[in-house]
């Protein structure tokens, strides 16, 4: 099982050219299923059945594996008996036709509009990490990318005077996305500036010894302008939460917003429907006179 699940890595580190992050995750789901076989005297993929992938799911679930991380189990299993059966290893799927059992669904954190003015539109110093920081959190807020977009961007990618940008989204996926003229303009400061760290390659966005500033680091700056800023956590995920959801909330095009953030399932957009709904009940609760009962009345 071993030796076909790494066949299987394999196949998708170089014909699918996944990601290392999407491999490492799928390589840790399947070898929790080989040490539920083995434990189960389970000695191949073939042997094993829908039943007792559903006990495998089940005993996950009851010792607080989420529904989303099963989600994912399952199909790193569907994905790896594609390839058995492909390869003429194995002719069923246990994993067909099985569900992960519901859990609720985590709405994502947003700032309010109020909130995002207030941690772009405050004061920026004429330097190198201030004008670097401050195009960071605009582009984020201005166009949804996810970090690891904005780390891998390349000024080849940027076109500011058409208010474009390219940018490589999860399998390999390219986008053109809009850039908002704040984002443009702190840009083009950030730019002026940017020379200053002797830049290694064409990447946006680099640290003072001109390397191109990491995932991680591009986190910490967004916490540090967060904590300075609103006095709370910020992470770039908040950013492009909050993206989606005012676009949404101003527009109702729930299928422009899953463009511009790459989604390839609308059902993953549209949880922002939800946070907007969210948004229209607070409104209503706060706004209409009788939206909520009188204290002292009975039922």
Same mark, same amino acid.
């Given at each position: ?17 996944? !990601?290392?992050?999407?491999? *490492? ?13 083995? !434990? ?6 073939? &042997? @094993? ?10 005993? +996950?679930?009851?010792?607080? /594996? ?30 067909? &036709? ?7 669904? %985590?709405?994502?954190?947003?700032? $309010?509009? $109020?909130?995002?003015?207030? +941690? ?12 670097? $920081? ?13 970090? #690891? ?9 940027? $076109?500011?005077? &058409?208010?474009?940008? /390219? ?6 996926? #390219?986008?053109?996305?809009?850039? =908002? %003229?704040?984002?443009?303009?702190? @840009? ?32 910490? %700056?967004?916490?540090?302008? =967060?904590?300075?800023? +609103? =006095? ?42 939800? *946070? ?16 909520? %009962?009188?204290?002292?009345?009975? #039922?």
């Amino acid at each position: 099982m071993e030796r076909q699940l790494e066949a299987y890595c394999a196949h998708l580190r170089n014909e699918r050219q996944v !990601s290392e992050h999407t491999l *490492l995750a799928y390589r840790r789901d399947l070898a929790k299923v080989i040490e539920f076989c083995n !434990s189960q005297g389970i000695a191949d993929w073939p &042997g @094993l059945q829908v039943q007792q992938l559903r006990q495998l799911v089940a005993r +996950l679930h009851h010792h607080g /594996q989420s529904s989303r991380s099963l989600a994912r189990l399952l199909s790193a299993v569907r994905g790896l008996y594609r390839y058995l059966v492909r390869e003429g290893l194995c002719q069923h799927d246990p994993a067909n &036709g099985l569900a992960p059992p519901k859990g609720e669904r %985590r709405l994502p954190k947003v700032l $309010d509009t $109020d909130r995002a003015l207030q +941690l772009l539109d405050g004061g920026v110093d004429d330097d190198f990490i201030a004008r670097r $920081d401050q195009a960071m959190l605009e582009l984020f807020y201005s166009s949804g990318l996810r970090l #690891s977009e904005l780390a891998g961007l390349d000024l080849e990618c940027l $076109d500011l005077t &058409g208010g474009l940008v /390219q940018v490589l989204g999860k399998g390999s996926k #390219s986008r053109v996305l809009p850039v =908002g %003229r704040k984002a443009r303009e702190a @840009l083009q400061q950030w730019l002026r500036l940017r020379g200053i760290g002797s830049p290694l390659d064409g990447a946006v966005f680099i640290t003072r010894q001109g390397k191109r500033l990491s995932p991680r680091a591009i986190q910490q %700056r967004v916490k540090t302008v =967060g904590e300075r800023e +609103l =006095g709370q956590h910020l992470h770039p995920h908040m950013l492009r939460h909050s993206f989606a959801s005012h676009l949404l909330e101003s527009s109702q095009d729930l299928r422009a917003v899953q463009e511009m953030l790459g989604h390839a399932d609308i059902s993953t957009t549209q949880i922002y429907t939800h *946070l907007d709904f969210q948004h229209l009940a607070a409104v209503y609760d706060s706004a209409h006179p009788r939206a909520k %009962r009188s204290k002292g009345t009975d #039922s």
